[in-house]
C-alpha cells in the first residue's frame, strides 16, 4: 500500500488515497468542534509584516474541517475570512482573460467532454495559422491582452509543433494598439522536452485540470486514450517544471466526484508542488460540469449547489492564500459576481468555447466544448466589474518582468505585488478605456481610477502611475513593461 509523502514524486503517495479518507473522517468528527475552527480561522488570518501581510494559509486536513463544518456563523466568518484575504494579497484588482480554442481532435474518451474520440456528429475543427491570426484579431478588437490556448489531445493532428506554431502567430498579431501579451496554454499532459519546449515560446502559465483526483473514478471517467494514464496525469506539473515553467494552474472539475475528496486531494496537490519545488501552484481553476454536445451533466451525480461552490472558493482562498483564482463563463453572472468576494482573481470574458468561436457570428457554435453561461461582452463585463468597486486588469507584466514562480510568490508573500500590480492594474484599464471602452465604461472607468488614485498612498509608485496613464491617453505607444 502506498504511504502519505508530500515530497514524492509518485502520484499515489503525494495524492493519497487512504490519507484522503482520514482527512475526511477527521473533518466529518470536527466539523462541529467550534474550538477547533475559531482556532483555524485565527491562524489563517493575515498577519501585519512590515508593508505587507502574512498568512499561514491551512493544510489540507485543517481546510477540510472548514469545509465540512455546518455551523451558519462560522461559515460567515469563513466568507468575511476569504474576503480579507483576497483584498490583503490581491486588492480589489480581477484580472481578464479569454480562451482560444485551436483543435478539437481528440483521441480521448473521457465520459463528460464532447471532444471524445467517439462523438463522430460535432464538428472537428483545427485552425490554421491564417485563423488563428484572425481569431487574434478578434480577441485584440475587443481589448484582451491574455490568452489560455486549448486543444484537444491528439499527436497526429495537434503536436506540439503546431501548438508551437500557434503560439509564435499569436505572438506576433499587432492590430491597431492591440497584442495578446501572455498566453497561457492548456494541453495534455506531456514530456519534460515539450514543456521545455513551451517554456522556450515563453508561454505564461500552464494549466492542466486534474478532473478528479480520486483514481478509481479517473480510470472509468477516462476509460481510453492517453488520459486513461493517471499517475501520467497527475504527475505532469512536476514535469512541466522540471521543464522550466515555473508557473502552473491546477483545477479538478466539480461534479465527476464527491467535492470534499476532490477539495482534499486539490490542497495535497499544492502541498506537493510546494514541498517538492519551493513554490505553489500560480492559480487554480474550478470549473463545474456543464450541458455540451452529447453530454448531459446530470449523468454525473455529485453536482454541488451554488452555495457549496461559493464555500469551496472560499475555503480554497483561505487555505492558499498566495494562489490565483480563476472562474470562468461557464457560471451564470449571479454565480461569479457573488464568489468574486470570496477570493476568485480571474476571470473570463466574452468567452467563445468554439474552435473558430470569436470570427464567427451566430451561435451555439457546432464546435463549442461546453456551453458558456455568461455570454456579456467584454465591455459589459469590465462595466459590471468597474460598479462593484472591483478593478479590471488587462496586466500581463508579471512575467515579462520575470516575476514568475517563486519570485512571484515572494513578492506575493511580503505583500509588495500589491506595489507592482495596483498601479499595473489602473494603466492597462487606462489602455483598455482609451482603446477599446463604450463611452459608458470609459465615464465609469475614469471615476473608479481617480477614485483608486486618491486612495492609495504610496505616493511614488502612484505618481509613476499618474505619468503613465497620462502618457497612454496622449499617445499610441504601447511598449510599458511595467
Ligand atoms: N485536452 C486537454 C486536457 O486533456 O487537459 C485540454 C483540456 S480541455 C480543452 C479544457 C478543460 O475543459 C478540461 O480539462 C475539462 O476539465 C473541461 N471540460 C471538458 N468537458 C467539460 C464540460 N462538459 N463542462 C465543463 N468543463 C468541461
Same mark, same amino acid.
Given at each position: 500500500?502506498?504511504?502519505?509523502?508530500?515530497?514524492?514524486?509518485?502520484?499515489?503517495?503525494?495524492?493519497?488515497?487512504?490519507?484522503?479518507?482520514?482527512?475526511?473522517?477527521?473533518?466529518?468528527?470536527?466539523?462541529?468542534?467550534?474550538?477547533?475552527?475559531?482556532?483555524?480561522?485565527?491562524?489563517?488570518?493575515?498577519? #501585519?509584516?512590515?508593508?505587507?501581510?502574512?498568512?499561514?494559509?491551512?493544510?489540507?486536513?485543517?481546510?477540510?474541517?472548514?469545509?465540512?463544518?455546518?455551523?451558519?456563523?462560522?461559515?460567515?466568518?469563513?466568507?468575511?475570512?476569504?474576503?480579507?484575504?483576497?483584498?490583503?494579497?490581491?486588492?480589489?484588482?480581477?484580472?481578464?482573460?479569454?480562451?482560444?480554442?485551436? @483543435?478539437?481532435?481528440?483521441?480521448?474518451?473521457?465520459?463528460?467532454? &464532447?471532444?471524445?474520440?467517439?462523438?463522430?456528429?460535432?464538428?472537428?475543427?483545427?485552425?490554421?495559422?491564417?485563423?488563428?491570426?484572425?481569431?487574434?484579431?478578434?480577441?485584440?478588437?475587443?481589448?484582451?491582452? #491574455?490568452?489560455?490556448?486549448?486543444?484537444?489531445?491528439?499527436?497526429?493532428?495537434?503536436?506540439?509543433?503546431?501548438?508551437?506554431?500557434?503560439?509564435?502567430?499569436?505572438? @506576433?498579431?499587432?492590430?491597431?494598439?492591440?497584442?495578446?501579451?501572455?498566453?497561457?496554454?492548456?494541453?495534455?499532459?506531456?514530456?519534460?522536452?515539450?514543456?521545455?519546449?513551451?517554456?522556450?515560446?515563453?508561454?505564461?502559465?500552464?494549466?492542466?485540470?486534474?478532473?478528479?483526483?480520486?483514481?478509481?473514478?479517473?480510470?472509468?471517467?477516462?476509460?481510453?486514450? &492517453?488520459?486513461?494514464?493517471?499517475?501520467?496525469?497527475?504527475?505532469?506539473?512536476? #514535469?512541466?517544471?522540471?521543464?522550466?515553467?515555473?508557473?502552473?494552474?491546477?483545477?479538478?472539475?466539480?461534479?465527476?466526484?464527491?467535492?470534499?475528496?476532490?477539495?482534499?486531494?486539490?490542497?495535497?496537490?499544492?502541498?506537493? !508542488?510546494?514541498?517538492?519545488?519551493?513554490?505553489?501552484?500560480?492559480?487554480?481553476?474550478?470549473?463545474?460540469?456543464?450541458?455540451?454536445?452529447?453530454?448531459?451533466?446530470?449523468?454525473?451525480?455529485?453536482?454541488?449547489?451554488?452555495?457549496?461552490?461559493?464555500?469551496?472558493?472560499?475555503?480554497?482562498?483561505?487555505?492558499?492564500?498566495?494562489?490565483?483564482?480563476?472562474?470562468?463563463?461557464?457560471?451564470?453572472?449571479?454565480?461569479?459576481?457573488?464568489? !468574486?468576494?470570496?477570493?476568485?482573481?480571474?476571470?473570463?470574458?466574452?468567452?467563445?468555447?468554439?474552435?473558430?468561436?470569436?470570427?464567427?457570428?451566430?451561435?451555439?457554435?457546432?464546435?463549442?466544448?461546453?456551453?458558456?453561461?455568461?455570454? #456579456?461582452?467584454?465591455?459589459?463585463?469590465?462595466?459590471?466589474?468597474?460598479?462593484?468597486?472591483?478593478?479590471?486588469?488587462?496586466?500581463?507584466?508579471?512575467?515579462?518582468?520575470?516575476?514568475?514562480?517563486?519570485?512571484?510568490?515572494?513578492?506575493?508573500?511580503?505583500?509588495?505585488?500589491?506595489?507592482?500590480?495596483?498601479?499595473?492594474?489602473?494603466?492597462?484599464?487606462?489602455?483598455?478605456?482609451?482603446?477599446?471602452?463604450?463611452?459608458?465604461?470609459?465615464?465609469?472607468?475614469?471615476? !473608479?481610477?481617480?477614485?483608486?488614485?486618491?486612495?492609495? &498612498?504610496?505616493?511614488?509608485?502612484?505618481?509613476?502611475?499618474?505619468?503613465?496613464?497620462?502618457?497612454?491617453?496622449?499617445?499610441?505607444?504601447?511598449?510599458?513593461?511595467?
Amino acid at each position: 500500500m502506498a504511504v502519505y509523502n508530500p515530497k514524492s514524486l509518485h502520484a499515489e503517495e503525494f495524492i493519497n488515497h487512504e490519507e484522503i479518507l482520514e482527512t475526511l473522517a477527521y473533518a466529518e468528527a470536527n466539523k462541529n468542534n467550534v474550538e477547533l475552527i475559531d482556532s483555524l480561522l485565527e491562524k489563517a488570518k493575515p498577519k #501585519r509584516e512590515g508593508n505587507g501581510y502574512r498568512c499561514s494559509g491551512l493544510t489540507h486536513r485543517e481546510a477540510s474541517v472548514l469545509l465540512a463544518c455546518e455551523i451558519p456563523e462560522k461559515i460567515e466568518e469563513m466568507y468575511k475570512l476569504a474576503n480579507e484575504i483576497k483584498l490583503a494579497f490581491y486588492g480589489n484588482r480581477i484580472v481578464l482573460f479569454a480562451p482560444l480554442y485551436l @483543435s478539437n481532435y481528440c483521441v480521448n474518451g473521457c465520459l463528460y467532454c &464532447p471532444y471524445h474520440y467517439k462523438n463522430k456528429h460535432i464538428k472537428r475543427v483545427k485552425l490554421t495559422q491564417e485563423q488563428v491570426r484572425n481569431e487574434v484579431i478578434a480577441l485584440q478588437d475587443m481589448g484582451h491582452k #491574455r490568452l489560455a490556448i486549448e486543444a484537444g489531445e491528439d499527436p497526429v493532428n495537434n503536436p506540439i509543433e503546431y501548438i508551437l506554431e500557434c503560439i509564435n502567430t499569436i505572438y @506576433s498579431v499587432h492590430h491597431k494598439n492591440g497584442d495578446i501579451r501572455r498566453v497561457n496554454v492548456n494541453i495534455a499532459a506531456t514530456t519534460v522536452e515539450e514543456y521545455r519546449m513551451l517554456k522556450d515560446a515563453g508561454i505564461g502559465t500552464y494549466i492542466l485540470f486534474q478532473e478528479t483526483y480520486n483514481k478509481k473514478s479517473y480510470l472509468e471517467l477516462h476509460p481510453t486514450g &492517453p488520459k486513461h494514464d493517471y499517475d501520467y496525469h497527475t504527475e505532469a506539473m512536476d #514535469r512541466a517544471m522540471e521543464g522550466g515553467i515555473d508557473d502552473v494552474g491546477l483545477g479538478v472539475l466539480f461534479g465527476l466526484e464527491g467535492y470534499k475528496y476532490e477539495f482534499a486531494g486539490l490542497l495535497m496537490h499544492a502541498e506537493h !508542488l510546494e514541498a517538492v519545488h519551493g513554490v505553489g501552484p500560480h492559480t487554480i481553476s474550478v470549473p463545474r460540469v456543464k450541458h455540451a454536445d452529447d453530454i448531459d451533466p446530470s449523468a454525473f451525480d455529485n453536482s454541488i449547489s451554488d452555495e457549496m461552490f461559493a464555500k469551496i472558493i472560499a475555503c480554497i482562498r483561505i487555505a492558499v492564500p498566495y494562489t490565483g483564482m480563476i472562474i470562468s463563463t461557464r457560471e451564470s453572472e449571479a454565480v461569479r459576481g457573488k464568489v !468574486l468576494d470570496y477570493g476568485i482573481s480571474q476571470i473570463s470574458g466574452a468567452s467563445r468555447t468554439s474552435v473558430g468561436g470569436y470570427t464567427e457570428e451566430e451561435r451555439p457554435h457546432d464546435s463549442e466544448q461546453f456551453d458558456v453561461s455568461d455570454q #456579456r461582452t467584454l465591455d459589459e463585463v469590465v462595466r459590471w466589474l468597474m460598479e462593484m468597486d472591483h478593478i479590471p486588469s488587462f496586466c500581463t507584466a508579471c512575467y515579462r518582468a520575470g516575476r514568475t514562480g517563486d519570485r512571484f510568490m515572494s513578492l506575493c508573500k511580503s505583500g509588495q505585488i500589491l506595489n507592482c500590480c495596483h498601479p499595473n492594474a489602473l494603466m492597462t484599464l487606462t489602455e483598455y478605456l482609451e482603446d477599446y471602452a463604450s463611452p459608458e465604461t470609459k465615464k465609469i472607468g475614469y471615476e !473608479l481610477i481617480e477614485k483608486e488614485l486618491k486612495k492609495i &498612498p504610496k505616493e511614488n509608485v502612484m505618481n509613476i502611475a499618474k505619468q503613465n496613464i497620462e502618457a497612454i491617453k496622449n499617445s499610441n505607444r504601447r511598449d510599458f513593461r511595467f
